[in-house]
């Protein structure tokens, strides 16, 4: 089978993104029903995965340059010249190349569950756009992998796809603890040594749900309060909804208790993993919750939202709570951090067991299930 991954990006590429991709390219090359696999991404993006691949195993290819107004018409013509049995598309985009089947994937929940949520005006119309895309996309492609049961569930009761086409693909994890040496990250110069802290990490936006948290702390009624440290960059856009954040995080005297931390590195994120008291999820909508998924590999206590994919994710792992409910949220944090050493380790032993079930290899494999399937 001749392979052809089209990363259609842009110039930019997510940390989530750039994971999934060298993580899963060494696996699908190493399969021996792949006979030829031609890669493709802009330029940017191939100085940055090239790297980490051997590059004597795939055949890279260089995007046409974006903004060309026969931009189709050229990328089509050099995928087609790749002689491919299949076209692998990691996101949803409306392209189609006569007679090659597409398979394509949904990487974002957001624009399909709450494209508006808060949104400022210009991410909703950019989800609006991403909501007709990813609908076309669907429609169009000979298989749609889904990242999780719930995503698949979407799609056949909201979409009217056909059940048959769509394969559920968990994404992997690895423990990044075991590979780099943990690092303390700049912000903990502010926390006194040894304390709990509650730690949450992800892109800054309003799916993210950081009211849940707030508002449970700034009900907190007793003299011990945890330092919570929030991780994760600020999507273009999202400077406002941030603002919002740190404006309620001030009105309720939280300032000197919950910490931003901006974009972490492995080994920062490593540490905080491994020392934090509670990880805490408080998405509105996830497509697979990559960020729960490490946690639960470096045995974080988790506490997680009701919502989406999330229970199918973390399963019997984590503690649950209703979103929007922070009353709920604060007696989940109060219980989880009364716990003594031996009720946390067996939940943080729950949480890597778990965890076993997201490997990269199977990702890849049954990747390479549905690509195979399309020829069907």
């Known amino acids: 089978m001749r392979v052809t991954i089209l990363n259609l990006t842009g110039k930019a590429i997510s940390g989530g993104y750039r994971k999934y991709i060298l993580n899963?390219?060494?696996?699908?090359?190493?399969?021996?029903?792949?006979k030829s696999l031609n890669v493709f991404a802009s330029e940017q993006i191939l100085h940055s995965i090239q790297n980490a691949c051997n590059p004597n195993l795939i055949n890279w290819h260089e995007l046409p340059p974006v903004g060309l107004i026969s931009y189709s018409k050229v990328l089509k013509k050099k995928v087609i010249e790749t002689h491919p049995d299949v076209i692998f598309i990691p996101t949803p985009i409306p392209l189609s190349f006569d007679k090659i089947p597409v398979v394509t994937m949904i990487q974002n929940m957001e624009p399909l569950e709450i494209p508006f949520n808060g949104n400022p005006p210009s991410e909703c119309l950019k989800n609006i756009l991403r909501y007709a895309a990813t609908r076309w996309a669907c429609k169009h492609a000979r298989r749609v992998i889904s990242m999780s049961k719930y995503l698949r569930s979407y799609l056949i009761n909201k979409w009217a796809i056909e059940p048959e086409k769509i394969g559920v693909v968990y994404h992997g994890s690895e423990n990044i603890s075991n590979s780099i040496v943990p690092k303390k990250p700049k912000i903990f110069s502010k926390i006194k040594e040894n304390v709990k802290f509650i730690f949450t990490a992800g892109s800054i936006r309003p799916a993210r749900g950081l009211e849940d948290l707030i508002y449970s702390l700034a009900q907190w009624n007793s003299d011990f309060i945890p330092y919570v440290i929030i991780a994760g960059k600020v999507e273009p856009g999202m400077y406002v909804y941030m603002e919002k954040m740190k404006k309620t995080i001030l009105k309720?005297?939280?300032?000197?208790?919950?910490?931003?931390?901006?974009?972490?590195?492995?080994?920062?994120?490593?540490?905080?993993?491994?020392?934090?008291?509670?990880?805490?999820?408080?998405?509105?909508?996830?497509?697979?919750?990559?960020?729960?998924?490490?946690?639960?590999?470096?045995?974080?206590?988790?506490?997680?939202?009701?919502?989406?994919?999330?229970?199918?994710?973390?399963?019997?792992?984590?503690?649950?709570?209703?979103?929007?409910?922070?009353?709920?949220?604060?007696?989940?944090?109060?219980?989880?951090?009364?716990?003594?050493?031996?009720k946390r380790k067996k939940m943080s032993e729950k949480a890597k067991e778990r965890a076993k079930q997201f490997s990269w290899e199977i990702c890849a494999q049954r990747t390479v299930n549905e690509l195979k399937n399309a020829l069907i």
């Open 24 to 34: 899963i390219l060494p696996f699908i090359q190493a399969d021996n029903r792949v």
């Open 252 to 342: 309720y005297g939280l300032g000197d208790l919950i910490l931003w931390a901006g974009p972490l590195k492995e080994d920062e994120m490593a540490w905080c993993f491994l020392n934090c008291g509670l990880f805490i999820m408080t998405s509105r909508s996830e497509t697979f919750g990559h960020i729960g998924v490490e946690a639960l590999t470096n045995g974080c206590l988790c506490i997680a939202a009701d919502n989406s994919c999330l229970p199918e994710i973390f399963e019997n792992a984590a503690i649950f709570y209703q979103p929007r409910n922070s009353q709920e949220l604060l007696l989940r944090i109060k219980d989880a951090l009364s716990w003594d050493a031996k």
